[in-house]
């Protein structure tokens, strides 16, 4: 069965400091997507970004970085000099792949991370 | 990305009554997920929207009280039926796999239906 850990329930941080959040998976696939998403307090779920498991290279998206660690099944989400607009519940997901080639599957969901992020 | 528009954004109903939330998606995708969110918790999976077929369920949740359809590649409604104050949800459809490429394995949300059952 798969399963996906976010150990942090809330992080408070004040504008412009660095954040981590984790997240740790479990997995018997060889092959899996990862996913992170941003939901606001609006509700919507937005999709930051998602990483298949042959691919370690780490990414960069402007104040966002992905930390993928397959030795250590983790797969942590950096935002770096924090504003008050990331302040959201974050989500990390895993996915089989499966024959079809890895559309057909459904979410696994961590219980989120409620990131404040303080003027 | 695929579009995706949910209706009804939000919804007050009565215990007992049932409530439809349709999901429209600008492209055809190939799969249609119904997702159930309850307050502060993660999401889970109500069950897999199959174009023509019965959906399929979850553990835990039933044809009867979610029952779904999917009549074509871009459209999915979710009934949640006979409601209690324990379906107070957000209920969120979901779509991978644009059927015309391009979409890959990304997986987006509509903007949910935020439900209160009183």
Do not use: H
Request: include cysteine; proline fraction near 3%; aromatic fraction near 12%.
């Amino acid at each position: 069965a798969q399963k996906v850990t976010q150990a942090q329930t809330e992080i408070s941080v004040v504008e412009k400091e660095d954040v981590t959040l984790d997240c740790v998976y479990e997995t018997r696939d060889t092959t899996y997507y990862l996913f992170w998403y941003k939901q606001p307090p609006s509700g919507e779920l937005v999709f930051l970004i998602r990483r298949n498991s042959f691919d370690e290279q780490n990414e960069i998206s402007g104040r966002y970085s992905w930390n993928f660690q397959k030795s250590t099944s983790s797969f942590n989400f950096t935002i770096t000099a924090s504003q008050v607009v990331d302040s959201a519940v974050y989500f990390c997901a895993l996915s089989e792949v499966g024959v079809s080639g890895g559309s057909n599957y459904k979410l696994t969901f961590g219980k989120g991370t409620l990131l404040t992020v303080n003027p | 990305s695929a579009v995706i528009s949910q209706k009804p954004s939000r919804d007050i109903c009565q215990r007992g009554t049932s409530l439809t939330i349709q999901c429209q998606v600008d492209s055809q995708v190939t799969m249609m997920f119904w997702y159930r969110q309850q307050p502060g918790q993660s999401l889970t999976l109500i069950a897999t929207a199959n174009q023509g077929s019965e959906a399929t369920y979850e553990s835990g949740f039933v044809i009867d009280k979610f029952p779904i359809s999917r009549p074509n590649l871009t459209f999915s409604t979710l009934t949640v039926s006979n409601m209690s104050p324990e379906d107070s949800s957000i209920y969120l459809c979901s779509v991978r796999g644009l059927v015309l490429g391009g979409l890959g394995t990304e997986a987006f949300f509509g903007q949910g239906t935020r439900l209160t059952v009183v």
